[in-house]
Structures are given as structure tokens and as C-alpha cells.
């Protein structure tokens, strides 16, 4: 079964995001809560909701921006996931925890834009960019590397060699993150419906 987030369902309907929340609290629209306390619902629920209130159907959406997120940290996993749920594009998010996971499932996503940790398990970030880079499997990938690496030297000659499209270092403002995911993905130019106007 497919499932949206509150975001895609406020973006459907033209309303807010807490539209949409208040749709949920009041029972008019049900949702399920995830292990990490997301609400996420139904696409059959939310068309029978739109049925049943006489709204009118979505137009037929075109394809999200597709972000991955790999990073062993979850805290840092929800914090970005909350963030781009609140974005005025459509964002189709999704997280790993270790470098192998990961490059298993910038295969298999394709994803538009990559946030990318520098320390972790299996393979660490640099290496997975570089393997990434070295394949003809994304082409517009944008590359945004978050890292509380120790030795700061080592690590931004690391990355200045690496050329990422955006750094930012733990402690970051998740703000300035969202902004720069916002604005790499908008600069790709791709046919998505929610482009802003």
C-alpha cells in the first residue's frame, strides 16, 4: 500500500500543512503514525477523503524530487526528514544508515539529490562519492556532504577534492540545509510539478 505525507496531501488539496493536520486530529482523515512519529496516509484514504468531500482530484502528479539521505545518525535523519516534509516542493525523502545501504540505494532510487555523511559504517562518504561519480547511473546527482568530522584540515582537503554542491558541518542550521537542498534541486531544471511559479 502507498502511503503520502501530510505535505503531499496539502499540496494536492492547495490547503496548509496544518489544514491537513487538523483534518487528522478531528478523525475526518485517517492516518497511520510511523515508528518515528510521522504521520503518513493511505493514497486509498486520501481518495476517499477527497470523494467524500466533494473535492476536486489531483491533478495526475508528475514525479517528486527524489532525495536520500545517508547518515547513521537518526536523530539527524528525522530533523532533515521534518524539515523537507515542511517544503514547498515535492519531496519524495528517503534514509540509510551505513555507506553500503546506501550506494545500494542510490542504485535503486536514482535519487535527484544525495545528503550525504562523510563518517560511516561499511563505506565511509568520500569513497561511496567516488564510486557514485565513477558510474553513468546519475547523472544530475547533486551531492550535499554533512560531516562532525574531527580533524577539520584533513577532512575539507578531502572534500575540496571531492567538489561536492554544498558542505555544511555538525552543528548545522537546519534551516541553511533545507534552503540549499531547496535550491540544488531547483536548479536541475527538471519537469516536476512543483516547481514554484
Request: charged share 25%; glycine share 6%; proline share 5%.
Amino acid at each position: 500500500m502507498k502511503y503520502i505525507t501530510t505535505g503531499e496531501a496539502a499540496r494536492s488539496c492547495g490547503v496548509g500543512i496544518n489544514t491537513v493536520k487538523r483534518w487528522i486530529q478531528k478523525g475526518e482523515l485517517q492516518c497511520v503514525v510511523t515508528p518515528g512519529g510521522h504521520w503518513r496516509i493511505a493514497e486509498q484514504e486520501f481518495q476517499h477523503f477527497l470523494k467524500t468531500h466533494k473535492m476536486d482530484q489531483p491533478a495526475a502528479a508528475k514525479r517528486p524530487y527524489k532525495v536520500l539521505l545517508i547518515d547513521d545518525d537518526q536523530p539527524i535523519c528525522s530533523l532533515i526528514e521534518d524539515s523537507l516534509e515542511l517544503s514547498s516542493l515535492d519531496i519524495e525523502f528517503s534514509c540509510a544508515h551505513d555507506g553500503y545501504t546506501g550506494l545500494m540505494k542510490v542504485g535503486s532510487i536514482q535519487p535527484d539529490l544525495l545528503i550525504l555523511d562523510i563518517m560511516l559504517p561499511e563505506i565511509n562518504g568520500l569513497e561511496l562519492l567516488s564510486r557514485i561519480r565513477k558510474t553513468d547511473l546519475c547523472h544530475q546527482l547533486r551531492v550535499v556532504v554533512i560531516t562532525g568530522a574531527g580533524d577539520l584540515r584533513v577532512v575539507k582537503r578531502a572534500l575540496e577534492k571531492a567538489a561536492p554542491d554544498g558542505i555544511f558541518y555538525k552543528p548545522f542550521a537546519i534551516a541553511e540545509l533545507t534552503a540549499c537542498i531547496e535550491q540544488q534541486l531547483e536548479s536541475q531544471q527538471l519537469s516536476h510539478s512543483a516547481q514554484p511559479a
